[in-house]
Structure formats: C-alpha cells, structure tokens
C-alpha cells in the first residue's frame, strides 16, 4: 500500500489525463518512499526537481483540455494548479535551506492533502461537467 493510493473516484475518463494522475501519484509515493528510508539531500533535491517537472507538465496536458472543451471553471481550476506549484516550490526552498525539521512528515501532510482535495473538488467537478460523450470521446 502506498502513501496516497489512486482511487477510480480520481478518474476523469480521459486517458491521457487519467495516466499522468497515476504517474503523479507513484512518482510522490518514490518520494516518499525515499525520504523514509533516509534519501540523501541532493537525492531529494532531485527528486523534489523531477515531481516539480512532471507535475507542471501535466497541469500544462489538463489545461489545454479545459481551455479546448470550453470548461467554464477554468480560471479557478487553473489557479489551484499554480498554488500547487507555488507550494512545491517553497517545499523545495525549506528543503534546500534546511527548514524542515521533519521533511517526511511535512511533505507527506502538504502534498498528501494539496492531492486528494484537488481530486475530490476541482477534478471530480472537471468530470462531471464533460459529460459522458465527451469523455467516451475524450482521448487527446
């Protein structure tokens, strides 16, 4: 069992978006996995560069969706995409200057919680308002 565990209720129904969110999801349980098993600094700094990347990237894949099918909470959906990325970025600050006591647990309670509300809320709202067609059709 992981640390954050994918759940069919994530599921948008647009593969390509589906897939990344398992990726996101095993690549922060790597993470995780690392700091628990005593990863070294450069270690995490690395791998905190790499989710950094990954996740950027996919914001980048779900928003080209909801500006292309018209997604009238856009704007909103988009700013919680960046306040996640604000987030990792001072994550990786405290890391690099050696403000956390407990990266794990710091970590693990940041990020753990930023995912599963942005699934549950933004996410699960996204899938409702596609509609069955377009997600039959939704492959990008």
Do not use: C
Request: hydrophobic share 40%; no cysteine.
């Amino acid at each position: 069992m992981g640390w954050i565990e994918w759940k069919e209720s994530y599921r948008l129904g647009i593969p390509a978006v589906d897939y990344e969110h398992q990726e996101m999801i095993a690549l922060l349980n790597d993470l995780y996995e690392g700091l628990q098993g005593g990863a070294d600094v450069a270690s995490v700094d690395a791998f905190l560069g790499e989710v950094y990347a990954r996740i950027s990237a996919h914001f980048a894949l779900e928003e080209r969706v909801m500006r292309e099918r018209g997604y009238d909470q856009y704007a909103a959906h988009k700013s919680a995409h960046e306040d996640l990325l604000d987030e990792i970025r001072e994550i990786m600050d405290e890391h690099d200057t050696g403000a956390f006591e407990n990266t794990t647990e710091v970590l693990a309670k940041r990020l753990q919680a930023w995912f599963t509300e942005h699934f549950r809320t933004h996410d699960a709202r996204l899938h409702s308002q596609l509609g069955p067609d377009e997600l039959r059709h939704g492959e990008i």
